[in-house]
């Protein structure tokens, strides 16, 4: 990223991801869980801003992107979708972002998404998933001792929600 447009406006990198009990985030075919109260939180903390995301979970989003959502979608082909815009790496989003006077930018998977935007991230929301897949896509970086959770919110099953699990935000510590 240039110093110009990170001096002039700053871009603070946020990931949001659904995590099982024994730290995947997918089956590899997509998420299990319909959890509606999650949605509605991934829709809320990603209202009107930008979301950098894989061309393979971007694919499989399709129809999850609200008006404001600004998706960047991380791909190395040119993307074909009336929504989104390629960018080839997590400084080009930066950038991108910057370019429009800077906020926020949400890592919204999949695995190398993840990966690649790890090392910059400040924030994170992590809905953990009390149940265990046993297999499929495994979260990439997460090293929890190089965070501090600050808020935490658990949620029992219920008709809508068929395994229990927490909503909770983290900060890299030392942000």
Same mark, same amino acid.
């Given at each position: 990223m240039?110093?110009?447009?990170?001096?002039?406006?700053?871009?603070l990198?946020?990931?949001?991801?659904?995590v099982?009990?024994?730290?995947?985030?997918?089956?590899?075919?997509?998420?299990?869980?319909?959890?509606?109260?999650?949605?509605?939180?991934?829709?809320?903390?990603?209202?009107g801003?930008?979301l950098?995301?894989?061309?393979?979970?971007f694919?499989?989003m399709? *129809? +999850?992107? /609200?008006?404001?959502?600004?998706?960047?979608?991380?791909? !190395?082909?040119?993307?074909? #979708?009336?929504?989104?815009? $390629?960018?080839?790496?997590?400084?080009?989003?930066?950038d991108r972002?910057?370019?429009?006077?800077?906020?926020?930018?949400?890592?919204?998977?999949?695995?190398?998404?993840?990966?690649?935007?790890?090392?910059?991230?400040?924030?994170m929301?992590?809905?953990?998933?009390?149940?265990?897949l046993?297999?499929?896509?495994?979260?990439? *970086? +997460?090293? /929890?001792?190089?965070?501090?959770?600050?808020?935490?919110? !658990?949620?029992?099953v219920? #008709?809508?929600?068929?395994? $229990?699990?927490?909503?909770?935000?983290?900060?890299?510590?030392?942000?």
């Amino acid at each position: 990223m240039s110093e110009r447009a990170d001096e002039a406006s700053p871009v603070l990198l946020v990931g949001v991801a659904m995590v099982s009990r024994d730290g995947f985030i997918s089956t590899g075919r997509g998420v299990p869980w319909d959890l509606p109260v999650d949605r509605a939180h991934f829709r809320a903390v990603t209202a009107g801003k930008a979301l950098l995301v894989g061309r393979r979970t971007f694919e499989e989003m399709q *129809g +999850w992107f /609200q008006p404001g959502h600004w998706p960047l979608v991380l791909t !190395r082909r040119p993307l074909g #979708a009336a929504v989104g815009e $390629a960018v080839s790496g997590v400084e080009e989003a930066r950038d991108r972002v910057a370019q429009r006077g800077g906020g926020e930018l949400w890592v919204i998977g999949g695995a190398a998404a993840y990966a690649a935007a790890m090392p910059q991230m400040q924030v994170m929301w992590l809905t953990r998933v009390e149940a265990e897949l046993g297999e499929g896509v495994r979260f990439p *970086g +997460w090293v /929890q001792a190089d965070w501090r959770r600050v808020r935490s919110e !658990r949620h029992g099953v219920d #008709a809508s929600h068929p395994v $229990a699990f927490s909503i909770e935000q983290w900060v890299r510590s030392g942000a």
